[in-house]
């Protein structure tokens, strides 16, 4: 790894433990990646010698952690449906009603909780489409390649011409998406309770961070990893059949 000129998405991709060092400098390593650290810091005027010591500081690691960059691409298509559940799972609901409730009660001093609901309410919408998306057109097209790859057979040519169609689609929801989170973290202050928030208000907040959060991580396996993989698998066919 080099951190001067490779990409955050691909440092990421390499030490999943530095997602929280760009985190803490609101550095986007998801649906910004293509980025070096020094493009990342320029228009912001962050520090990029203090990132690359943060980094180069972190603890070696003892051998047993998970080098994601190795794994196949069958490996990631499992792991991406493990990450999306709490996406769209039973979390997502329990959300909604604790966000409705926490504008009843608290809307008339707090009024921006209507904004991060209104946000919360359309993230969780669209990411339900997004998924079923991903798991009708494109992951269906991905399985299909793993297994003529196996098979040494040709892989048909799909309605959507090349994956690089729908992979831009879903970079781009993924883009929008990482908008309204970042939009809610401005209006939660990071997540912080207000002093006077009872205790459904500060579970709430904890509960967006944690969605923030998979969300970060379910975009990075896919932008940074699993959709290049798909990518150059389907130019290696191109190139064989």
């Avoid at 944690?210 to 699993?226: A, G, T």
Wanted: proline share 5%; glycine share 4%; hydrophobic share 35%.
């Amino acid at each position: 790894m080099n951190t001067q000129t490779d990409f955050i998405g691909d440092i990421v991709a390499e030490d999943f433990r530095t997602a929280a060092i760009f985190k803490k400098y609101g550095i986007d390593f998801c649906c910004k990646g293509g980025r070096t650290i020094e493009e990342a810091c320029g228009p912001r005027n962050l520090d990029s010698d203090q990132i690359y010591s943060d980094i180069e500081n972190l603890p070696k690691t003892d051998g047993n952690s998970i080098d994601f960059t190795s794994w196949n691409i069958r490996s990631f298509s499992r792991l991406r449906r493990k990450n999306a559940s709490p996406l769209c799972g039973r979390k997502t609901p329990v959300l909604q009603q604790f966000l409705d409730k926490l504008c009843k009660v608290h809307g008339a001093l707090h009024p921006e909780l209507f904004e991060i609901r209104d946000l919360f309410f359309a993230s969780a919408q669209d990411l339900a489409s997004h998924m079923k998306k991903e798991e009708l057109m494109l992951f269906p097209f991905i399985k299909n390649m793993v297994r003529a790859q196996i098979e040494g057979m040709a892989i048909p040519q799909p309605p959507f011409g090349s994956v690089e169609n729908p992979v831009n689609m879903m970079k781009h929801e993924h883009t929008v998406e990482g908008e309204r989170l970042r939009k809610i973290a401005e209006l939660t202050d990071e997540y912080t309770p207000p002093a006077d928030a009872c205790n459904t208000y500060k579970v709430t907040f904890a509960m967006l961070q944690d969605f923030e959060n998979d969300l970060h991580k379910h975009v990075h396996l896919e932008n940074n990893i699993l959709f290049p993989k798909a990518i150059q698998l389907e130019k290696e066919f191109s190139v064989e059949h």
